[in-house]
């Protein structure tokens, strides 16, 4: 009898080799050189999920974090902002450096934006003004400038970044035309509020249909003035502490939140930074050391949660920063013991929904 050979006895192996060995053939094919087709299909595809997301339809109060981290550099973190969806209306708390890329990437449309709000003039607050300024502008064709809240000295920030994209708007109407882009539209517009020296002093800075924004003194001295913000919509609210020392002011006008969304530094990291970097050449050991003195606390950031009783906390404006993901959990050890309720350390991209009629509180990761 004839002896079969090797593919003979091996049939259904060598057919599903054979498949395998063509659609590796056929991937690296359309990998190097894929056809227009495909490319066309990829593109659109990329501009339905960043543009078309109608991630915020239902009636809620969202908040996303769209830069988490603090002034020192950390991988994956931009610099401080927090975007507030409520109804119609998209709000935005401080532009921190790299935040702008951050919001558009979480499929928030850059052109919705309704106002910017700043807490204060530290420059990882405040490096993406101009950034947000303009890409609002040129999204969409805004034919109003951009409305800016904040306390004083907030005409000198916002006049400086006008003043230096003044040549980029130039360009932009040269090249795209008046009605693509709209001279009136271009830059921000003023709404300075003066709260006072009053640490307890708060006031209605913003209010549209169920929306009102309500502006607090927090105690980030030396820095003068500081704030932070309370957003209620319809019978849901939450409050952006800004950076700040532990405060009764932050306490009071965190009181029955949803959603506290805090800053923290935590400082056995810091002094462990300061520690590692005294024999460096520059000055973060100094800093390190310094940014102590006027930032809260993981445990106290548990005691306003807790003394206010909102249900849940968010910890953003992380620092230091973290250097690998082991040490995450530790961040957030003191808060946790002290405050019973969800905490949250927050990432670029995370989305908290609260919808309206219910208590209910869900977290999301929109770029993960
Ligand atoms: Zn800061
Ligand atoms: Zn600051």
Redesign the pocket.
Known sequence: MKEKSFFGKHKILTIVVGIVAILVLIGIGLFNNPPDALVEWVFKFAMDQSLGKNTFDDDALYAITTGTG??LAEAGRAG?QTVVIAGDEVLVFDA?PGSTRQFTLSGISVGSVDALFLTHF?S??IGDVGELMLQRWTSEGAAVPLPVYGPPGIDTVIEGFKHAYTLDKGYRVAHHGEEAMPSSGFGAEVHAFNLGSDLMSSETVYQNGDVEVIAFNVDHMPVFPAVGYRVNYKERGLVITG?TVYTESLVHHSMKADLLIS?ALNHEYSQMISDASTEKDNNLSIVAKDIKTY?IRPDEVGIVARDADVSYLLVT?I?PPIPAKILKNGFLRDTKEIYKGDVYLANDGTMIKMPVGSDEITVHELLR
Do not use: I, R, T, V
Request: hydrophobic share 10%; no cysteine; glycine share 16%.
């Open positions: 603090g002034p401080p921190g530290h990882d607050h950076d800053e930032h404006h620092l």
